[in-house]
Each structure stands twice: as C-alpha cells, then as structure tokens.
C-alpha cells in the first residue's frame, strides 16, 4: 500500500478585507481550506480572527508577514526606510531586493527586524485574546526568502517552534507543465526563477504550488495538481496548495481598504472569485478522496 500523501490548502491574505475574510470562513466551515495567513498590519484583521474564533476555531492560522503593503504595526517615523510621507509601506518586492544590495542594507534590515518583531507581538496578542493555534509563518509577495530577511524570519520560527513556508515550487511533472504552461503568467515564471535562487540552499520537506498559478489557481489548475501530487513527480509526503480566494457577493467600501495600488488590482481580479468557487468544485473534491489524500494542516506536517 502506497503511502498516504498529505495535503495543507493555506488561503493568503486572511484580514485584507470582508470579501476576502468571508470567503476564506466559508472555505474553513466547509473544510476547504485547512490553513490560513492573516495580516495582522491590515484594518480588517481582527474582525477575520474574531470571526473564526465563533465559527472555525480549529483553523491553523499563521502570520502572514508584509512589507509591501498597507501601514506598518510599528510607528512609521521609526522605520522611515520602509514607508511613505502618508506612513504606508512604499517598498516592492523588487526595491527590498535591490536595497538589500545596497549600502543602506544594515539599516533598513534593522527596520525590517523592528517591524517584523511588532507583527509577531501582534499575532500572539490575536491568538491569546481569541484562543487560535499560531502554527505557521510565510509572506506576503514571500519578501521573508530575500537574503538578510530570511535568517531572521527563520531563526523566529525555529525558537518559537512554527513552521516556516518554503516557497521552492515544482513544476509537478510533465503533464502538468504542457497542460498548464499557457495558463501561467511570465510574472510568475520571473518570481519562480528570483524564489529558487533565494532558496537553493534550504532544505525543503513540504512540495509547494503557489507561483506560476498564482491568483489563477483554478478548478482545472486544482485538479492538475492532484494528480502531479498523485503520479509521484514531486517526490514529498506533504503538500502545500497556496490560495488567494475572494467573494465578491460581500458587500464592502473600497475606501476602507489600506493596500498597495498593485493589492488593489489584484483584490479586485475576478480570478480571485474563481478561486473561491474552484475550492468548492465537486471533481476536485473527488480526485482528492479517489488518490487517498489526506487534508490536513500545519500542525501534521513539517516545512
């Protein structure tokens, strides 16, 4: 008998808004979505905690840290590398990637270090206040992989015994590439290419999907999945499937939302609804009782 093969579907940007925050309880509720990222910098992130505390209180949640968009936990004035004259996060992926090559690389990961530890103190007081297991910690736009974020971020994670995303995504055999390779964004391939090289010399024990579909990680995107993972071409025990669902059917004033310009086009993409519908899609819900594979989530796995 082959061996059972675990699967964790972590939804990203838990807190970011209603629409976002309802779709990934409706996920939970039904058993969709087994894990979720919450950040804790946005406006909307205790009102998520709050209502998974009354209605999914077995959720595995983890910090999901952000750079790039939104306001700082920490006073802006104090981290002036990382913010704008309004006190919102100025940076890209990109910038912290080529400031972290520069001259100023001493100082603004002092910054970066003054505000990650501000968004752990935040999330332990959500945990303890609503009673949540924090198991887990990654990133938003996987900013935690740049060089000189990494080693902070993992040396957290390994003393408070959390579970630090990998973001090293496989390609999941051939099959999947040709049927999946016209559906994938030449952005994602980039970031995939810029991942890997941060990453390649860290040990990996879970497989992730997450890059080259991301925000478009469809049913048929799903199922292709199930089988890469089925077929043994990424040779792990345990999975990780990274989602960004939205409902849109939530009604919500887009004044209030406090994000990046390139967070609110992509909030706003439709792909993110189909996402959310994907979860629910019968023949992915088959394929994964068919393989035998077990959902689960950070609590019965190792990254």
């Known amino acids: 008998m082959s061996k ?11 807190g970011f808004s209603p629409a976002v925050n309802s ?39 983890g910090l999901h840290f952000t750079l790039t968009s939104g306001q ?32 100023k690389r001493e100082q603004l990961l002092q910054q970066i270090q003054m505000e990650f530890s501000a968004q752990m103190e935040r999330m332990e007081y959500f945990a303890t206040k609503y009673n949540f297991r924090f198991d887990h910690i990654d990133s938003h736009q996987h900013v935690h992989v740049l060089s000189g974020i990494f080693d902070k971020v993992q040396k957290e994670s390994t003393s408070r015994k959390l579970l630090l995303r990998i973001p090293r995504e496989y390609f999941g055999g051939f099959k999947r590439t040709v049927k999946r390779f016209h559906q994938w964004f030449p952005q994602g391939f980039m970031k995939r290419i810029v991942l890997n090289c941060c990453l390649q010399s860290t040990k990996q024990k ?24 089925e077929t043994g071409k990424c040779n792990f025990d345990n999975y990780e499937i990274n989602i960004h669902p939205s409902d849109f ?4 004033n887009d004044n209030m939302l406090c994000c990046s310009p390139d967070d609110y ?23 994964i009782k068919k393989f035998n594979i077990k959902l689960t989530d950070f609590s019965d796995t190792e990254i």
């Open 4 to 14: 059972i093969k675990k699967l964790i579907i972590n939804a990203d940007d838990l």
């Open 23 to 61: 779709a990934i309880l409706s996920g939970a509720v039904a058993g969709n979505i087994t894990a979720a990222s919450l950040m804790v910098n946005m406006p909307f992130a205790e009102e998520a905690v709050i209502n998974i505390h009354n209605k999914c209180n077995t959720l595995s949640m």
């Open 72 to 103: 700082p936990v920490t006073e802006p004035q104090k981290i002036t590398f990382l913010v704008d004259s309004r006190g919102m996060f100025r940076l890209s992926f990109g910038r912290l990637l080529m400031l972290l090559r520069s001259k």
């Open 206 to 229: 879970t497989g992730y999907f997450g890059i080259l579909e991301s925000g478009k990680m469809d049913n048929i995107s799903l199922q292709e999945i199930i089988i890469a993972i």
């Open 249 to 252: 059917s939530v009604s919500q």
């Open 265 to 287: 086009r992509f909030h706003h993409s439709p792909c993110r609804m189909k996402e959310f519908h994907a979860l629910q899609d019968g023949k992915f819900q088959d394929m």
